[in-house]
Every structure is written in structure tokens, then in C-alpha cells.
């Protein structure tokens, strides 16, 4: 990305550069000038936590209790323990604690700028490092100023910039929240090289009327420009509602939770927990045209192979990455600890630990299309080294994970069986149903082989 340096020094600066105050002001003036905008931008406001203390003219600390969303097992407290400043660096530092009675019990820090810098559209970015651990689930996101503006959550929407889970710290997610009933449109992206949680990476977005762009390191990974402000039983907020108001900056590192996983024995708590941020900028455009009309959406309803199934490799007769966006992939949530590979015409998953949800160890293929009033048939063959349990459904990841075929469950055993399962589509055309194999949260760890997954749409 082309840049430009900064030259530019603010009024108020300039006034009280005199006397005493000069040498001062010199260097404060350098290190404006140090700092590069990216082309076509403006720096507007940052925070290089270059003090001794949190400034806290910009940031607020938040209290909350354990639970208080996603079933996080920390409670946010807001004592400098869990977000202070330290050589140059913003810490936050979550901390396990054993009680008398031997309960656990899980701390950390979360700070915002509500009410003292929000922003609407521009590049928000921030250079992080990230803990490493299972449990962990450090955020840099945003959320509206004002939630009577379009209602409360996911109405007012939600903008979260980057999201690590400490126990897959190469893969980064970008995500917006939005609409009644709660969508989500989300985007990927997975170091070639090291890790999130050894190095230190930026992590940005740019924000534009009718469009968000979602960046590592200057790579831009993922954009949308569909989204909408809705409430059931209302008309449509006019576009690009509800992204078209003020915004303040969240930085918080959870514990335990729906996503991540509760923590382990062997979760640290020491500095491999930190997370740690070089600095918060935002940057914006001298200005916006909010002239942006919602595009029409467009559903990319591919067609089914010659032998009538969706499913792209059911066979698994070719080798592929099992870690990236196309085809299959496997996924370790919640606490689950496991791999899969292709071997033989079949997919081999191995679980060394089952997780606390039934999606800690899963197998999935997106990009399935779903259309309305289709009649549908899942099937697949599968077996296990024992007898044991495995879950399947139909889900919709971009509708809140809405099920268009039910969970169900599956009974394993040593031999072979064929498994059919017919239903229909009740919802609105889509294009990005998905197989969901899921096996965490069972009594059994034993090895699990699938082959032969088809899905078909009759009439």
C-alpha cells in the first residue's frame, strides 16, 4: 500500500508550543511526523500507550460478570491488574484464580472508547500480538455509540476487526453483525508462516459508505457490501444502515466461552495470556459519498455435478487442503483437539480431545446451494474403530447458523453403514448451505471414517 507521511500538527499543539513547553513539543511534534497515513488518509486520532498508564481520558474500563455473554467464564474487572501500559505496549493480561473452597474462577480486562472517541467510516487498525492457549479469544472490534440509533444488538450492528482463538492462533476472523433476525457476513484468513501469537501483526479495517474491507498486514482478505437494518414487523432502515453512524473501538481478551472453549489444566496464565497492542490508529478520508445504493443480491446457486450431488469431493478421491476455504474442512473448536486427513478414498478424523460441544471436532463443506421449496437427501457412508456417536445437520453459517435439516444423530459402529436422511427446504434460497459433520462432546474418542457424502435435490 502506497504511503504518505504525516506533516500535519494540530492546532492546540502549535499554540502551547512555547517556552518551556518547547523542547517538549518538539518531540511530540516527531513522533506525529512519524507516523505514515496511507494514502488518500488522514491520521484523526491514536493511542501508542507510550506513558506509564492508560489514558483514560480516551478509554473506559468495563465491569461485567462472568456469563454475562456467550457463557465467557471471566469476569472483566477494572483494576489496572488486567489492562495497564507497559514499555510501550497495551497489556491485557487475563488471570486464573483458585479459591479456598478449590473453585476456579477466571479475570480479565476489557476497554473501549465510548463517548470518548467514536468515528464514523475510516482505517482502523491496530498492531497486536495475540495470547496463545486453549480458551483464549482476544477481539479488537467495534460496536455503536448510540443502540437507540437502530435498536439494540444485532440491529445497530457490530464490526469486529480481527478474532484469534488461542488454541488456532494462524487464523484471523472478520466479521459484521447485523439485521433482526442476527446475521453475519465473515471472512478468513490463515498465516502461510508463523503464527499471531509470536509476532506482533496489524489487524485493519476500512470502512466506507456501502462497503468494509478487512486487512492483515496491508492483505486484504475479505469485503462486503451487503448487509441491512431490519426489525421483524418493520420496514427497512434505508442503506447502508446500520453502518452509517458512530462507532467506538473495543479491545477485551475472553475466557472459556461457546466459541473457544473453556480452558485447560495446561492453558497458561502467565505472559503467553497477554495480549499485547503497539498502538491503535484511525485514519479518514477528507470525505465520504453516502450516496450507495444496497446492491441486489445476487445468489451464486452453482449447479450439481452429472451425477446430481452438491457435495464437491464426496468421494474424497483426491487429496486437498483441509485447513482452507474450498472443499472440506476441519475445524477444532471449544476445546477440541483432533486432525483429519484424506487417506484412501475416505476422511480419517482423530480426536484426542472431545471438547465441551458436539462442534469441537468438526468436519464441514460450505458453499452448498439451498433453494426454497427444494426437496433434499443427505447421505453418506460412515463407520468408527468402536461404536460410538457422530451429529450431522444442514445449516446456513450466514443466517446465525439457522438449521435447514435438524441435528441429528448418528449411531457408529465397526462396520461400514450407509445413512440417508431426507428434508426440506423451508427458508429462502441460499447459497452457502453446509454439511456439518460434528463429533466433539462424546464419552468416545474413537477414530471416525466417512466416504460417499452426497447431496441431492429431487424434482
Known amino acids: ?62 465491569f461485567h460478570p462472568s456469563g454475562y455473554v456467550n457463557n465467557e467464564r471471566q469476569t472483566y474487572l477494572m483494576d489496572p491488574e488486567y489492562a495497564y501500559v507497559e514499555n510501550g505496549d497495551l497489556v491485557i493480561q487475563p488471570v486464573r484464580r483458585v479459591e479456598e473452597n478449590g473453585r476456579v474462577s477466571y479475570a480479565s480486562g476489557r476497554i473501549n472508547t465510548m463517548r470518548h472517541q467514536t468515528f464514523t467510516y475510516g482505517r482502523i487498525e491496530a498492531r497486536i500480538r495475540v495470547p496463545q492457549g486453549q ?30 482463538l488461542g488454541n488456532d492462533t494462524v487464523t484471523t476472523y472478520g466479521t459484521i453483525h447485523y439485521g433482526n433476525p442476527h446475521r453475519e457476513n465473515q471472512g478468513i484468513y490463515t498465516l502461510d508462516e508463523g503464527d499471531f501469537a509470536s509476532d506482533y501483526h496489524v489487524f485493519a479495517v476500512e470502512w466506507e459508505p456501502g462497503e468494509i474491507r478487512w486487512y492483515v498486514d496491508d492483505v486484504m482478505f475479505f469485503s462486503t457490501n451487503d448487509w441491512y437494518s431490519v426489525t421483524e414487523g418493520f420496514d427497512p432502515k434505508p442503506y447502508p444502515a446500520p453502518f452509517n453512524q458512530p462507532f467506538y473501538i473495543i479491545l477485551n481478551v475472553a475466557v472459556g466461552g ?28 477528507d470525505s465520504y459519498d453516502e450516496n450507495v445504493t444496497r446492491p441486489e443480491p445476487v445468489l451464486n446457486m452453482r449447479d450439481a455435478d452429472e451425477t446430481g450431488n452438491y457435495v464437491v469431493n464426496g468421494l474424497f478421491e483426491r487429496g486437498e487442503s483441509l485447513s482452507d476455504n474450498e472443499g472440506w474442512r476441519y475445524i477444532n473448536n471449544a476445546g477440541g483437539d483432533g486432525e483429519a486427513s484424506i487417506i484412501d478414498g475416505h476422511v480419517e478424523i482423530v480426536t484426542n480431545d472431545a471438547g465441551s460441544e458436539d462442534y469441537a471436532i468438526q468436519l464441514m463443506q460450505a458453499g452448498l ?53 431426507e428434508f426440506d427446504m423451508t427458508e429462502e434460497s441460499d447459497d452457502n448451505g453446509r454439511i456439518e459433520f460434528n463429533m466433539g462432546d462424546t464419552s468416545s474418542t474413537a477414530t471416525i471414517y466417512i466416504t460417499n457424502v452426497r447431496l441431492e435435490q429431487a424434482g
Open 135 to 164: 480458551g483464549f479469544l482476544p477481539a479488537f472490534w467495534m460496536m455503536p455509540q448510540n443502540d437507540t440509533t437502530y435498536g439494540s444488538w444485532p440491529r445497530g450492528g457490530e464490526i469486529d476487526i480481527m478474532e484469534v
Open 258 to 285: 461457546n466459541w473457544p472453549g473453556d480452558p485447560t489444566d495446561e492453558t497458561p496464565f502467565d505472559e503467553r495470556a497477554q495480549m499485547r497492542v503497539d498502538y491503535v490508529r484511525v485514519f479518514q478520508r
Open 369 to 421: 446451494p439451498m433453494f426454497e421449496g427444494g426437496h433434499y437427501t443427505l447421505s453418506f457412508d460412515a463407520w468408527a474403530d468402536e461404536d460410538r456417536q457422530m451429529n450431522v445437520d444442514v445449516s446456513g453459517p450466514d443466517l446465525n447458523y439457522i438449521r435447514y435439516m435438524e441435528d441429528t444423530t448418528v449411531e457408529l459402529t465397526t462396520a461400514s453403514g450407509h445413512f440417508e436422511f
Open 1 to 62: 500500500m502506497k504511503k504518505s507521511i504525516l506533516r500535519i500538527i494540530a492546532s492546540a499543539l502549535a499554540v502551547a508550543c512555547t517556552g518551556s513547553l518547547m523542547a517538549a513539543c518538539d518531540s511530540a511534534s516527531q513522533n506525529e511526523q512519524q507516523i505514515e497515513a496511507p494514502e488518500g488518509y488522514t491520521l484523526v486520532w491514536h493511542d501508542e500507550f507510550d506513558g506509564d498508564s492508560l489514558n483514560e481520558e480516551d478509554w473506559n474500563r468495563e
